[in-house]
């Protein structure tokens, strides 16, 4: 997230001061957001022997991470009030307090998609409005955005489900299973491609056609190759990376979308 918010700000005209400004500010506000998650989550990924997790593996303690949790959160802050203005610091800060509520209380609750799209959704504005004199940023750029995290909220549930299951975390995809929550992901992208290839002004390029073409046809043809492996867990990962290539494809053509202001 914070080399993508960079490289946006770099595509939408800021100085290297300003890519600067920008990237720091999504960094602190990244780390907030991950340690907040590793602080609160400290006993569900011990249950489930999440060894990649350092407070669940014992190399950090959990009170050390919440103490740094709230350093990154204000220096969230701080950075984006002081090195950006009024019009864009407010949308760093909403961005912020929107995903730390996805970690307590909405990640276990049928609205637990609504953290992600609103996140995602408010990154462009921040990193517009960021420029000096820049207009609002378009419409269809922040509905991609929602759209694009919207999906990534499926797509990254799609390996846990299992251990989540085991630990009482019941948000929308798992509500929606593996099959629903496979849909809702593929869908999801396939209307941030359709967004970020037709929002511009202007005919739809042939490369952003084919990136359209690869949403809708890549993530079916990944879960009918992913039918044949033993465990649910396996083609949630089969399944994740298919999401994931759409995805990386949607970024491409969010930071090469040209200027925006």
Do not use: E
């Not at 609103?118 to 759209?147: H, I, R, Y």
């Not at 593929?186 to 084919?210: D, K, N, Q």
């Not at 690869?214 to 994740?240: E, M």
Request: avoid cysteine.
């Amino acid at each position: 997230m914070t080399v993508v918010a960079g490289l946006l700000a770099w595509g939408v005209g800021h100085r290297p001061s300003g890519v600067a400004a920008v990237a720091l500010t999504v960094l602190a506000s990244q780390l907030a957001v991950g340690w907040s998650n590793d602080h609160l989550d400290a006993a569900r990924d011990a249950a489930v022997g999440r060894t990649d997790k350092p407070v669940a593996a014992g190399a950090v303690s959990r009170r050390t991470v919440g103490l740094a949790t709230r350093a990154a959160a204000l220096a969230t802050v701080v950075l984006a009030v002081t090195t950006t203005n009024r019009a864009a610091a407010p949308w760093a800060i909403v961005g912020l307090v929107s995903a730390l509520l996805y970690n307590r209380p909405l990640k276990s609750t049928p609205v637990s998609v609504l953290p992600y799209a609103v996140s995602f959704g408010v990154l462009p504005a921040f990193v517009v409005l960021a420029l000096p004199g820049a207009p609002a940023p378009p419409v269809w750029l922040v509905v991609a955005a929602a759209l694009l995290g919207a999906g990534a909220h499926f797509a990254n549930v799609l390996p846990d489900l299992a251990d989540d299951a085991r630990t009482g975390v019941r948000g929308l995809p798992h509500r929606l299973g593996a099959t629903g929550s496979r849909a809702a992901a593929a869908g999801l992208l396939l209307a941030a491609t359709v967004a970020l290839v037709a929002g511009p002004p202007g005919p739809p390029s042939w490369a952003g056609m084919s990136a359209v073409a690869t949403a809708a046809v890549v993530p079916p043809l990944a879960w009918y190759a992913g039918r044949g492996a033993g465990r649910a867990g396996d083609r949630g990962v089969a399944a994740f990376r298919a999401v994931l290539l759409v995805a990386l494809i949607d970024v491409v053509l969010l930071v090469s979308s040209g200027p925006l202001v």
